[in-house]
């Protein structure tokens, strides 16, 4: 599984930097371009499938919200988190947290920042179509896969972020898998 991932991501990226490049679907909002990414990552069916796929689980409360364009080559070859050869610059949305609850996975500090694939560089807004919503002051559930010398990512844009106020709504562009808070927090209750 983790390799596929690993394939979905590098897709993902590579999806990314060719629809920053020839996206026609833009639009001008208060001087700012927006550019929608569709990119594809991997969905999961059930709250068991997204939280084994995970290796750290968390609830806390945005802090803050920074963009920052990565490198996501990492080492010499096929990177291994991407699959990608050559070194890239990816547009990265980047949030602080406050953590208030770890569910899974190990955390050495109170506060943690992760990243997800979107976000503004010089003046253009790069944003995956689907996206939840995430925003500063509010609390929600996270799903991360960590990796070594980077941020932690959301395992996907859709389905790995919960607003911790709304436990029984879906997000409605999940599609086919339709996943509650309530049902990621069940699951976690079972395992630990």
């Known amino acids: 599984m983790k390799k596929r991932a690993f394939m979905l991501v590098g897709i ?15 639009s001008t ?3 700012n371009e927006t550019t929608i990414i569709q990119a594809e990552y991997p969905v999961y069916d059930t709250a068991e499938e997204i939280v ?31 699959g990608l050869v050559e ?7 980047i949030f602080d947290i406050s953590i208030e609850k770890v569910y899974k996975g190990n955390v050495e500090s109170s ?3 992760i990243k ?8 253009q807004f790069f944003v995956v179509e689907g996206a939840s919503t995430i925003e500063v002051g509010e609390t929600y559930l996270f799903i991360t896969q960590t990796y070594e010398n980077a941020y932690p990512s959301l395992l996907n844009v859709t ?13 409605s562009e999940q599609g086919n ?13 079972s395992i630990n």
Do not use: H, W
């Open 12 to 26: 993902l990226l590579i999806s990314i930097v060719m629809s920053a490049c020839s996206s026609n679907s833009k």
């Open 29 to 31: 909002t208060n001087e």
């Open 52 to 82: 084994d796929a995970s290796d750290l689980v968390f609830s806390g409360t945005v802090t803050e919200i920074d963009y920052e364009s990565l490198n996501v080559k990492s080492e010499t070859g096929a990177d291994s988190e991407t």
């Open 87 to 93: 070194a890239t610059e990816i547009p990265y949305t």
């Open 111 to 113: 506060s943690i920042s």
């Open 116 to 123: 997800r694939p979107g976000g503004k560089i010089d003046g």
């Open 159 to 171: 389905q790995a972020s919960f607003d911790m106020s709304k436990p029984e709504v879906l997000n």
């Open 177 to 189: 898998a339709r996943i509650t808070l309530s049902e990621v927090l069940e699951y976690l209750d």
